[in-house]
T-cell receptor, first 113, second 114 residues
Framework: SQQGEEDPQALSIQEGENATMNCSYKTSINNLQWYRQNSGRGLVHLILIRSNEREKHSGRLRVTLDTSKKSSSLLITASRAADTASYFCATDAVNSGYSTLTFGKGTMLLVSP | DGGITQSPKYLFRKEGQNVTLSCEQNLNHDAMYWYRQDPGQGLRLIYYSQIVNDFQKGDIAEGYSVSREKKESFPLTVTSAQKNPTAFYLC?????????????FGDGTRLSIL
């Protein structure tokens, strides 16, 4: 099945710095989504980017998608301690004619004050 | 506020026991999902339901069962056949459209073996 793989597995930065996380996947997709998970909590949707889009912005978040390289990146600018969380990419996969999401293992981001 | 409520937050299972995890949503979403998350891992799909009275197996359905009798409710039963049930279980919903729309998640139930 298709699966996004995030890179790096863990990232530690200082407040104010930018954080970049990457996601690679194996087969063609319709869309790619990014989610955030605070420790012990559920996932929160951040951005959905469709296969015909190359870049999308939401506040301090910037997502790019390169379908030729089967990869996506999530950039968080001017990071804050509150951005400390795990970040997951998820790609759609066709399962008996109904698409479901396949999640990667995530990047754990630590932002130090 | 609309959202997804999972209960209980923590659950303990004895050997040979079935336990049921609750998931309720008031978002009026058609589709609901159950995922399992193990430490340091991504989410794996257990079951999903597109509409009431219909559900399909995901990637790791063995040892689990679900029902979808009401649009707002999608309970998951972890049966005694699931030999390694210790995990964090997450319920999600979406308006429909499969994976083409964002999913909204509850805050999970952590299941442990006694």
């Amino acid at each position: 099945s298709q699966q996004g793989e995030e890179d790096p597995q863990a990232l530690s930065i200082q407040e104010g710095e930018n954080a970049t996380m990457n996601c690679s996947y194996k087969t063609s997709i319709n869309n790619l989504q990014w989610y955030r998970q605070n420790s012990g909590r559920g996932l929160v949707h951040l951005i959905l980017i469709r296969s015909n889009e190359r870049e999308k912005h939401s506040g301090r978040l910037r997502v790019t998608l390169d379908t030729s390289k089967k990869s996506s990146s999530l950039l968080i600018t001017a990071s804050r301690a509150a951005d400390t969380a795990s970040y997951f990419c998820a790609t759609d996969a066709v399962n008996s004619g109904y698409s479901t999401l396949t999640f990667g293992k995530g990047t754990m981001l630590l932002v130090s004050p | 506020d609309g959202g997804i409520t999972q209960s209980p937050k923590y659950l303990f299972r004895k050997e040979g026991q079935n336990v049921t995890l609750s998931c309720e949503q008031n978002l009026n979403h058609d589709a609901m999902y159950w995922y399992r998350q193990d430490p340091g891992q991504g989410l794996r799909l257990i079951y999903y339901s597109q509409i009431v009275n219909d559900f399909q197996k995901g990637d790791i359905a063995e040892g689990y069962s679900v029902s979808r009798e009401k649009k707002e409710s999608f309970p998951l039963t972890v049966t005694s056949a699931q030999k390694n049930p210790t995990a964090f279980y997450l319920c999600a919903s979406s308006p429909g459209g499969g994976a083409r729309q964002p999913q909204h998640f509850g805050d999970g139930t952590r299941l442990s073996i006694l």
